[in-house]
Structure formats: structure tokens, C-alpha cells
């Protein structure tokens, strides 16, 4: 090579180190403006040196860093890609690369794009966490654990990694697990408001209601401008029958974020269960000017309309929800239950085409079920019903395990507990209780038209179903541990039962005005009499029957809240269960004669006037003529039955389960 050669090589080269040089210090102080946030400035200086150099990775990488922060996602997605496509052996960059195809919605991109990242460096624990994250928007939540926890444990004092592994696992279900991630977040990050929000979440889910309050009240100390930490709050507090309080958080929700729909139901329920009606509808309808589409909040409205006993307009709600949202299953068995089907109508249509989609979800398609169940025995259809009675039962029993053996061993532990030594040695227990009646017997009994027409006497306030009871003796008495039940009651001092009959009245004060008669119709409560007896020895029980046939018939027939009724699904479990339930019944009229009154639903309605003063004598009670008018009460009712208590009584449903005897054989065999 000669030497003219050499010298032009040498003048290339030390040009080439120059431009180098030269794009090296631009690039440092765009650098510099990047991380001051002036982005304007670095964006300008990163143009230019693309513009020189369209391949220099690291100012197309950092310029697509600084577009996605500006929230410019498509240009990110763009100008990281040609960075990752100039060196594709940077970690970082496929991790940023997944962040803004995320943040374009391309979720199984962005997976890509963080297992690339994570093929070149396994302990990048920042890729771990946000392939974890695009996994969870795609709802594949077992894999967004997985990457969750490897990872923490790359990074054990990863706060946001812990704080996402608990949102994984709340959607899971797994609620303790859950609520020990945020807790763990917490502990090292103590200010982490979203922590302390998803937090309160996961204990509310656990019935931890206190603690879930004191949860969402640090978020809200840390942030006052948290609109989904009041929205929380409120629902705890409606949990909790702070209904003043609760309609507070909503609306502080709504100051926040007014285009919030979610809120606005939820503000709509809670002022729908204190009784401001009008308000409650004014909210419901505010929440569809937001989302006129919104499916749930046509529901929500139907709902509200059905209590006050307007169906017209309860059906064409639930015909809005079903516009929106054609395999809304619940949707469809509240329309069915809102009128009498006389021939096969538009709804019937409707229904029969949603039930023929071959993708409709199993638990909307149980709801609809119960629907079209209904809506055929309407049309005195009966074994094209039950067809579908059993379809939608079948469905929903198999969606949760259940044994009766832990319900006969509970059953057992009462019986040997509420004894006659028990309630002679706590002669003057508890409070007088003689304004409070208890209604209680199991579903579809007739407690509701009891109720009913107890709640039309003036001096009678009904406050539904409520839990109250349930709560205290949890709290006083470990009622749901049967290992501890029975020392804690064998072991109370007679003052013992005052306490936990004045924490159910304060409870139930906030639901009524305890200078009048209180009516809780608590089904389940009749397990519960011998409490009562020692926390309120003058209240009232009035234990509702009816046919063991049709009781168990009609609760085939009707869909529950999940969890509540687990016994109604399986003829057979729901026979067994009626015996276990009429056995504690016979016990508790052995050891406490006198202090529960029966009423016989087929009595009820053959007489209704003599039945009517009988009851209402029993409960002290002057006659009054607006108890047998219960239907024109303007109070809401929250029932299965919402559309019969709503008209004067029928007898149409005595011996209904004589049209099902072949059908109902195997429950037959059971009550025998």
C-alpha cells in the first residue's frame, strides 16, 4: 500500500472519530435534558443525530424511551424497534420495546418482546415483572404469578413486583395470599398508596371490614384525590350500614371523577337502602346518561324499579341491559320474574334465541335457564320447565364443592349446646328485646308475605334480611368455629348476653327507628332461636312453614345469591337439608315451649284475616286493616317473590308440586 493510500485512510478515520466524538457529546447532553425533563430540548437534539446516523441505537432507544413516556406510543413502538433491529442483543431495549407495544394495546407482542429480553439476561427482574403484567391483561393469571415471583426472587425488595403478584393472586381468588403481597409491598415501600388500596380491597373480599377501612383510610391520607380509594371506602361503609357515610365516600368519589358510572350505581344503592328512593333512581339514570350502553346499570335501575313495584319499567330496563348485552343471563331472569308469560312472546323469543348461542357462558346461561324455567310454567309447560329448572341447577352445582356433613355436625353442636340446664341457668340473660320479631324459616316459605304484612302495621318498621345477628355472635361467641362454639358458650356468665344483644341493636338502629317494632326477616336465624332466647327473652320468633314439596320445589326453581343457598341445586341435598332443618326446628319447640309461633303458609292464604289477627295478636300487636292490604305498601321489598307480594294473595302455588311429582321422585324418597 503506498503511502498517498495510507494518509487518505488515516484523514477517513480521524473524520469518522470526530463525527463519533461529535455524536457522542450531542447525545450526552440530550441526555442530560432527558433526565431533567426537558423533553422538548432532548427530542430535538435526538432528531438530529438520527437524522446524521438513522442507525445509532442509542438515540432511536432513548427517543423511543422519551415518546412513550410523553405517551406518543405508536412513535415509541416505532423508533425502539428500529434500535432493537440495529442491535438486537440489549435486554433493555426488548424490555422497553414490550413496554410500549403494551402501551399500544399489542399484549402477545409485548410477551414477545420481554422473553427476548429475558433469553438475553434470565435475572433482569424489571422484565419479569412487566411480562407478568401484559400476562394479567390478558387474563392468564397462573403465568402472571410465575413471573411475578421469579421476579421477586431476583429482586426480593421489589415493591411493585409484590404489589402485582397480589393483584395476580386476588384474581385468583387467592385473598390471603393477596392481601400477604401488598402487606410485603408495604413493608417496603410504608407509603405506597395503591398498596394500601389493593390492600383494602383483598380484606374487604375477606369480610374484613374494619381492617379494610383502616386500609383505604391510609390511601386516602397519603392521597385525598384517590377517587377509587372513597369509591372503596364507600362500599365498606355501605357493608357496614354507615349509609350516611357511605353516600359521603361516593359522592367525594364523584367530585373527583364525575364520568365514573360504576360510582353512580353504587352511590344509587346505597341511597336506595336508606330509603331516598327518588335519589337512588336520579343516580341509577345518571350513570347511563354517562354509559348509555352500560349493561350492569340497566340492570341496576330494573332492579330498583322492580322493589318499588314497578315492573313496566323495571322490564324495559332490563330490555336496555339486554340491548347492550344479548347474553346477560341475569338480565333475562329478571325479566322473566317481572311479569306471567300468556303465550310465547317477543321476551320468550328473545330468550329461546340467546339460549340456542352455543359460546354463552355457563353462569349466564344458569341464569337464563331459571328464567326460561319460569317463563314455561307461566305457560303451564310443565315438563318442558323443569327441563329447564334442572339445566340451570345442574349448572350452577357444579361450580362449588359441598358437603352436608359439616351443616348435620353444626345442627348436632346446637341441639347439645341449647339444652334445658343451659337456659334455666341464664335465667334474666340479655336485653328485654320485646320490640324486636324474628321472622325466620327456610327460603320460599312465605316469609316474605309474613313479613309483608307485619311491615303494613304503622307501628312496624321490616328491615329485610340483614346479617346482624350472624356478626355479633361470630364476634362473641366464635358461631362459625364449631371447635370453639361451645366452650365460649358453656363458659358465659348470664351478663355475658347483654353485650351482644346491644351491639345487634346498635347495628340494626342504623336500619330503623327502634321505637318501633322491628322486623329482621334473617332466614337463616332459625338456627340462631336459642340466642335469641338468652339475648332477647321477650322478642318474638315467628318460624314461617309451608309444605315440605313445595318449599323444596320452589327453591329448585329460584336462583340464589353464590354461596348463599349451597343445598338448593341437588334434589337429593336439598331434601336432606330440609330434614336437618324441620329436626333443629322440633328441638328448639322441645326446650322452648312457647316462645317460637309457627304459621302455616297454606293456612295463610286459605285465611287470611284470622291468620293475619292470630299473628299480629301473638306479637302484641293491635289489629289494624292496612295488614290485610300488605300489597299497597309503598316500602321496598327485596324478595324472589318481588312481583306476588305486590298483589293481593293467591293460592296458586299450594300443592304446585303435584304438576312435577314424577320429576321430583328422588326428593320425594328423601322427605319420606
Known amino acids: 500500500m503506498n503511502r498517498a493510500v495510507k494518509r487518505r ?60 413516556q410523553a405517551g406518543k406510543t405508536d412513535i415509541a413502538v416505532d423508533l425502539i424497534a428500529k434500535a432493537v433491529a440495529c442491535n438486537p442483543g440489549i435486554a433493555e431495549a426488548h424490555n422497553n420495546l414490550g413496554l410500549a407495544l403494551q402501551g399500544a394495546g399489542r399484549q402477545e407482542d409485548a410477551i414477545e418482546s420481554y422473553k427476548k429480553a429475558l433469553e438475553i439476561n434470565p435475572d433482569y427482574p424489571d422484565a419479569h415483572m412487566k411480562l407478568g403484567n401484559a400476562c394479567q391483561a390478558l387474563g392468564r393469571l397462573e403465568d402472571a404469578v410465575e413471573s411475578y415471583r421469579k421476579a421477586i426472587v431476583i429482586n426480593p425488595d421489589f415493591p411493585e413486583a409484590h ?31 395503591e398498596a394500601h388500596c389493593n390492600l383494602g380491597i383483598a380484606l374487604f373480599k375477606m369480610d374484613m371490614l374494619a381492617e379494610a377501612e383502616a386500609s383505604y383510610r391510609q390511601a386516602l391520607a397519603l392521597n385525598p384525590d384517590y377517587a377509587e380509594a372513597h369509591n372503596n371506602l364507600g362500599q365498606v361503609l355501605h357493608k357496614l350500614w354507615r349509609l ?7 359522592r367525594q368519589a364523584l367530585a373527583l371523577n364525575s364520568a365514573y358510572p360504576e360510582v353512580y350505581s353504587n352511590l344509587g344503592q346505597a341511597l336506595k337502602d336508606w330509603g331516598k328512593l327518588d335519589e337512588a333512581l336520579d343516580s341509577f339514570q345518571k350513570a347511563l346518561e354517562i354509559r348509555p350502553g352500560y349493561a350492569e346499570g340497566h340492570m341496576e335501575l330494573g332492579s330498583a324499579l322492580q322493589e318499588v313495584g314497578r315492573m313496566e319499567e323495571a322490564a324495559e330496563s332490563f330490555r336496555l341491559a339486554l340491548t347492550s348485552n344479548p347474553n346477560f343471563g341475569d338480565a333475562y331472569r329478571l325479566l322473566a320474574n317481572t311479569k306471567k308469560f300468556t303465550e310465547e312472546d317477543d321476551d320468550l323469543k328473545m330468550m ?15 341464569s337464563l335457564d331459571f328464567g326460561l324455567g319460569k317463563a314455561f310454567e307461566d305457560l303451564q309447560q310443565y315438563d318442558k320447565a323443569f327441563d329447564y329448572f334442572s339445566k340451570a341447577n345442574s349448572l350452577r352445582r357444579a361450580t362449588f364443592e359441598f358437603s352436608l356433613k359439616k351443616t348435620e355436625i353444626h345442627h348436632n353442636l346446637m341441639k347439645e349446646i341449647f339444652n334445658e340446664d343451659l337456659f334455666s341457668k341464664h335465667l334474666g340473660a340479655g336485653l328485654s328485646g320485646d320490640n324486636l320479631i324474628f321472622v325466620l ?41 364449631d371447635t370453639r362454639l361451645a366452650d365460649s358458650v358453656n363458659q358465659a356468665d348470664t351478663n355475658e348476653f347483654s353485650k351482644p344483644a346491644e351491639e345487634y341493636l346498635e347495628l340494626i338502629g342504623r336500619r330503623a327507628d327502634l321505637q318501633q317494632v322491628v322486623v329482621d326477616k334473617t332466614l337463616g336465624n332459625f338456627m ?21 314439596q313445595d318449599t323444596c320445589l320452589s327453591i329448585f326453581k329460584n336462583s340464589f ?33 312457647g316462645f317460637v309461633y309457627d304459621i302455616q303458609y297454606e293456612e295463610l292464604v286459605d285465611d287470611q284475616e284470622q291468620q293475619s289477627r292470630d299473628l299480629l295478636a301473638f306479637c302484641g300487636l293491635e289489629w289494624d286493616d292496612a295488614c290485610l292490604e300488605f300489597f299497597k305498601t309503598k316500602r321496598q321489598v327485596k324478595t324472589l317473590s318481588i312481583a306476588q307480594v305486590r298483589q293481593p294473595i293467591y293460592k296458586g302455588s299450594v300443592e304446585a308440586w303435584k304438576r312435577y311429582e314424577k320429576q321430583l321422585a328422588p326428593l320425594l324418597e328423601v322427605l319420606e
Not at 437534539?45 to 415518546?67: C, M, Q, W
Request: aromatic share 8%; net charge negative; hydrophobic share 40%.
Open 244 to 250: 350516611d357515610e357511605s353516600v359521603d365516600s361516593y
Open 441 to 481: 324459616g327456610l327460603q320460599r316459605s312465605g316469609t316474605t308475605l309474613v313479613e309483608q304484612i307485619l311491615s303494613s302495621h304503622p307501628n312496624v318498621n321490616g328491615i329485610g334480611e340483614v346479617d346482624c345477628l350472624h356478626q355479633v355472635l361470630c364476634t362473641n361467641f366464635n358461631l362459625d368455629d
Open 163 to 193: 404489589n402485582n403478584l397480589g393483584f395476580a393472586l386476588h384474581g385468583l381468588g387467592l385473598y390471603e395470599e393477596a392481601a400477604a403481597s401488598y402487606r410485603q409491598a408495604l413493608a417496603l415501600v410504608p407509603n405506597y398508596t
Open 9 to 68: 485512510q488515516q484523514k477517513l478515520a480521524e473524520k469518522a472519530a470526530k463525527k463519533m466524538g461529535n455524536a457522542q457529546q450531542a447525545l450526552n447532553v440530550a441526555k442530560q435534558h432527558h433526565m431533567a425533563g426537558e423533553f422538548a430540548q432532548a427530542e430535538s437534539i435526538y432528531k438530529k443525530i438520527i437524522r446524521t446516523d438513522p442507525r445509532n441505537f442509542e438515540a432511536l432507544h432513548l427517543y423511543g424511551v422519551l415518546s412513550l
Open 352 to 366: 329461546l334465541n340467546a339460549d340456542a348461542m352455543p359460546d354463552l357462558e355457563d353462569d349466564q346461561r344458569m
Open 561 to 593: 345469591l353464590a354461596g348463599s343457598v349451597p343445598y338448593a341445586y341437588d334434589l337429593v341435598e336439598l331434601g336432606r337439608y330440609y330434614n336437618l332443618y324441620r329436626d333443629l326446628m322440633a328441638h328448639w319447640h322441645d326446650v322452648l315451649s
Open 528 to 548: 340462631n332461636i336459642g340466642f335469641v332466647k338468652l339475648m332477647f327473652p321477650n322478642a318474638k320468633i315467628v318460624h314461617c312453614q309451608r309444605s315440605p
